[in-house]
């Protein structure tokens, strides 16, 4: 007898078309229920990683390449002890080292992929936060994520800060599990958890951190249970050892942790980036004030105005990271200033609105967007505003320690030293060009990192050695050109790059 599968097979069919249709309308359901949420991570997302689609496979940011680069690096090889890694941000290392172990991928494509990802992670917590602890719509909740996204500092943030983004990601979740209702015994857990996580991410939110556990403590008419005192006192204890390991004379010569002199211009100075860097958004950000939040948001700002105030004290540490404190004002900030433009907007939507507030609604939202991709994707100064403050704020994402129009030259001049070096060979750097030599030349070539003094300066370290070699830019081009390496005459050069030997 013949079969006749023409009945069975089309009610397959049938039954797996329905099935297929069944689980996309699922799919599009969720993607239209939760598509501010996924805009709140792809939006960050995308701009973060337009720079680093642009710069291709080099580097962007200035501690990316003379800090990161280099740790993952030491660390892999076991050349840092326990404290010398606590005392360095150790969260973000603790995942960064073992992908690069595992994978041998080159630890500068590691960094350029996770930029992206944690600025796209930082502003999705901003905007749960904004939802779940200040009651915002999520319309009005991703207007934050919009500002965020934008903003030149917020950009700078996320050009190389990643500890830092890494750390704030963390302490703005452990905020917002601690509001959620019906998570009372969790929420406590959670929240001391991801405080834990976010003052080994970074040193400054680890301050942050610190101080919003004694603004609750302080502010709390209770004493508390034995379990929220120790929740409490968890994160203090664990900022203690980390600051007692970030503050071991360690960080090298040329480095002060405590000494020196006070400099009391520091505050005037980073008043002036202060407003600076908020100045633009400052009228929407009085406007907008901080909602209910003002209580979640004061022990962040009076830490931060603290920093300010300690970057007066004697230490190079202390002095040279003030500006930082400013930087991680930018969220409460913006998202202040989100919430005054939504005022203003609210009112140009009336009838008897002014003329300028219709301005201001569209006049906004564009300056950011153009002022963003110029920043994102010009080599040079694009707005002259971004080159007031260069040693805070680069003029321009794509940027390294180096110029990207450089980044080239500098990688074929590592080449260079990798083939032509003779036995009997060291390298001195500057800190710009340190970590270009660290991921470009073999780990059995020595390399010396001068910091932020001229190659020469360290010459005294290089007795043992037949042949001396540095990398620097060209007479008349480049950055430092106060630490030229003088006494050196050029082996190579590359474009504006060129190798320099001693002997």
Known sequence: MKRHPTSVDSSGFSLLFQRLDAGLSRIVSAVRKYKFTMAAFLLPFTVRAIPEVIAGPYPIGWDIIAFYVPNTLDMAAGKMSILGITGSGPLMYAFIVPIYLLTKVSP????????????????????RFCEKRLGLSVRSAFLSVLFLSFYFVSLRVAWDAYQAELGLTLFIV???????????GRSTVAKTTLFLFAVLANQLVGVLVIGTVIVETLSSRRIGSLRLNLSRLAPIAMFGLVAYAT????????????GGSFAPL????????LVYA??????LA???????????FSAWMVVCAIGIIISTLPGQVFQDIGYRWVLLLSIPILVAAAQGYQKLSARAAGLNSKQWLHALRLGVPLALVISAGMYSTIQVASVPYFSLFLGNVPSSLLQSSVPLSDSAYVVQAMQWLEASMPSSSVVITHEAFYGWARAYLS????????????????????TG???????????????????????????????????????
């Not at 480049?478 to 030229?484: A, I």
Request: hydrophobic share 45%; aromatic share 14%.
């Open 286 to 296: 009085l406007i907008g004030g901080f909602l209910g939040a003002r209580s979640l």
């Open 443 to 462: 780990s059995d070539k020595t390399t010396i990192n001068s910091l932020l003094n001229s190659p020469s300066s360290q010459l005294d370290m290089t």
């Open 108 to 127: 500068i494509l590691l960094f350029k992929v996770m930029g992206p990802l944690l600025f796209g992670g930082l502003c999705w917590s901003v905007f």
């Open 266 to 273: 520091n505050i005037a100075l980073n008043t002036a980036f």
């Open 278 to 283: 908020f100045g633009p958004l400052l009228p």
């Open 465 to 503: 050695y037949k042949h001396v070699f540095t990398v620097w830019w060209v007479p008349g081009s480049g950055w430092f050109s106060p630490t030229f390496p003088t006494g050196a005459s050029v082996a190579a050069s590359f474009g504006d790059i060129a190798v320099y030997e001693y002997r």
């Open 247 to 258: 503050l071991q004379p360690s960080t090298g010569p040329g480095v002060s942790v405590l």
């Open 174 to 184: 452990g905020l917002t599990v601690s509001g959620e209702p019906g998570l009372v």
